[in-house]
Nanobody
Framework: QVQLVESGGGWVQAGGSLRLSCAASGRTFRRYAMGWFRQAPGKEREFVAAINWSRDRTHYGDSVKGRFTISRDNDKNTVYLQMNSLKPEDTAVYYC??????????????WGQGTQVTVSS
């Protein structure tokens, strides 16, 4: 069982940056692939980024490539999402996810509660 708690969301002006963190419980954290999804009001859930357990494989959604970076610290049981050059269309609730498999779809087994990111123009 893995529990995920996101933090770092908030309000930022367009062009600014935020870093999201996701703290995971459980001693087996380093065995799990981790990722981020987001969902804006009235829109479908969207894949943002994923990283495998050994940190040598990452994948990004097309809308965030070149602006967002996913990373993890297995000693701290934490995954991060560095978001730069933010745009109003990045406004959404961001969810941290975990699964034994490295996935780029929404079939992750574990989901956090989400953290709100608001980007003003």
């Amino acid at each position: 069982q893995v529990q995920l708690v996101e933090s770092g969301g908030g309000w930022v002006q367009a062009g600014g940056s935020l870093r999201l963190s996701c703290a995971a419980s459980g001693r087996t954290f380093r065995r799990y692939a981790m990722g981020w999804f987001r969902q804006a009001p009235g829109k479908e859930r969207e894949f943002v980024a994923a990283i495998n357990w050994s940190r040598d494989r990452t994948h990004y959604g097309d809308s965030v490539k070149g602006r967002f970076t996913i990373s993890r610290d297995n000693d701290k049981n934490t995954v991060y999402l560095q978001m730069n050059s933010l745009k109003p269309e990045d406004t959404a609730v961001y969810y941290c996810v975990a699964d034994i498999l490295f996935l780029v779809n929404d079939r992750y087994d574990y989901w956090g509660q989400g953290t709100q990111v608001t980007v003003s123009s």
